[in-house]
């Protein structure tokens, strides 16, 4: 039997937005900003985007270890739920996911302005980007949600399969969880950085 293919990005789109939102996303599409260009503006927002997202990227993921207090050998003491040992772990998670999201979201939209300053072409791309953010708000937090869940999981297999060692290969799974929703976070962020990096006023004259 063939395998049935994954939907397009397209397609989960189009299951995210209905008609009210095709109204405005043609809105943002068809109604020009009124800028004027400006390379120096482009250039300068540039500079500032390249600095700040490395500094962004390094103080989020400084935040990502979960210093563990107690020995990484030392059995869980007798009688202690698994659910009350996990409480420090998933606290920890969703207050870097908070940090990741509020982060990103600050840098994001000061990026947005920035573009809107370069030119008409990038003005419209900030609109349009920020229509999508506050759409795909709701989706997002729920695919976080999800990631706790995900994380419990992988707590009672760690558990189940060396009781003695499960702390360390939590955190470790915890890590790479964050990292990877820093490096997803950062996708819309790194597509406007593009967008900088390869737009030219001159094209726009």
């Known amino acids: ?29 068809t109604t020009p900003p009124g800028r004027a260009a ?19 990227q390094a103080q989020l993921a400084s935040g990502f270890e979960l210093k563990e207090p107690a020995s990484e050998s030392e059995p869980a003491p007798d009688g202690a739920p698994l659910a009350e040992l996990l409480a420090p772990y998933l606290q920890h998670f969703a207050q870097q ?8 979201s600050a840098f994001r939209a000061r990026l947005r ?19 999508i953010e506050r759409a795909l708000g709701s989706p997002d937090r729920r695919t976080l949600a999800g990631l706790s869940a995900l994380l419990e999981i992988r707590a009672h297999k760690h558990h189940a399969t060396a ?7 939590l955190r470790s799974d915890l890590q790479r969880l964050l990292r990877a929703e820093l490096d997803r976070s950062l996708q819309p962020v790194l597509g406007l950085i593009e967008a900088l990096n390869t737009s030219s006023t001159s094209s726009t004259a």
């Open 1 to 29: 039997m063939a395998s049935v293919p994954p939907a397009s990005a397209a397609a989960r789109l189009g299951s995210w937005f209905g008609w009210a939102d095709a109204i405005a996303i043609s809105q943002v599409l």
């Open 113 to 131: 302005a920035s573009l809107a300053n370069a030119s008409e072409p990038l003005a419209r791309l900030a609109q349009w980007d920020e229509y």
């Open 38 to 56: 400006s390379e120096a503006a482009r250039i300068e927002a540039l500079r500032w985007a390249s600095a700040e997202l490395e500094q962004v």
């Open 163 to 169: 009781p003695l060692r499960w702390r360390p290969r």
């Open 97 to 104: 996911q908070r940090a990741i999201t509020g982060r990103i």
